[in-house]
């Protein structure tokens, strides 16, 4: 049977991310004296993975009720100052079965990364004495985008001769400066540098079977005509969290023979370059400790029998709106 947990958070308004919301400080205050056992920081408190038959759940829920706090029906709302997570906890055996995966890169960073204007979500490279400094390193991450990878040199070699089916390298772009809009890279990598390069997939994922909330504040079931979404998504349960991807086997199957593969479905803000994640079959974990690479975390996803719903096997959303528009899809 499938257990389920909660995460909550309260958090003070700030005046240095109004955008973010929260708790006007006199209520977040009388939060605090409430529920002393429950602060984590000057400007937040919560629980974080309680199970939902923990007592101090509804002791939680109803204690902000009486205090006057909005209690959001789901993530979307969280600028009221709460935010709720109610998500399915995960056996070990569930996650040792489990089919594919994606990857959390801890290593150095070694690039400035940003993001292309043009709304591809692709990445570029910004020229920095780093790129000589960090010459002979083999990989790195940009920032806390742990999900991408990048390698150079002997690493790009080695991974190349790996045999990965779906496999795809892509060079990335040099600049010298933070493009603008409408501008396009025109730097050539030095001899004395490496380029970057992505590692990325000719295999792209159906749409997850998971409920997503985006940017603009909506939540919707998975439905199969969705459009990438440009302003970005995330899954309704993941937070602080590992998220599962939930994906219909007979689509999976479709797909054929693969070991790398990326989601259909573009996470994060536009505003910071919204992407695809990098998923993978335990082939590629394989080939990773083959080639010698260490510092990956996996992190499991499902393939279902039969379709994940929120609501059914997952958790209840009483708000709910449809889809945003369809986008055209990003070219890489």
Known sequence: MAEYSWTIKVSLASSELPRNGGLEERLFRKVCDRFPEFRTSESFLGLSNIPESDP???????????????????????????????????SQVEIDAAPLFDVTLLKPIIAEIWW???GSGMPYVLKSPALRKYGKREWGHAFGWNEIIFVRGAAKTRLEGAGLKGLQLIKLPLVKGKLEKDQVPKEVW????????????????????????????????SVGNRGPFTDG???????FILAQFHYRKAEIDALGDFDVAVTYERYGSKDIGSHRRLVVKPRFREAMSELG??????????????????????PSHRRLSGPPPAAPRPAW
């Open 293 to 314: 690479f260490d510092g990956l975390i996996y992190k499991p996803h499902c393939v279902d029998t039969s379709p994940w719903q929120g609501g059914v096997d997952g």
């Open 190 to 221: 030095p001899e004395d540098i490496d380029p970057l390069y992505l590692v990325w997939s000719r295999v792209e994922l159906p749409p997850i079977t998971n409920w997503l909330f985006d940017n603009a504040g909506r939540v919707f079931a």
């Open 116 to 118: 292309m204007p043009d």
């Open 233 to 239: 998504c995330m899954p309704l349960e993941e937070y």
């Open 56 to 90: 101090r759940v509804a002791e939680f829920i109803s204690g902000l009720r009486g205090l006057g706090v909005r209690i959001p029906d789901d993530r979307s709302l969280e600028r009221t100052g709460v935010a709720l997570s109610h998500f399915r906890r995960f």
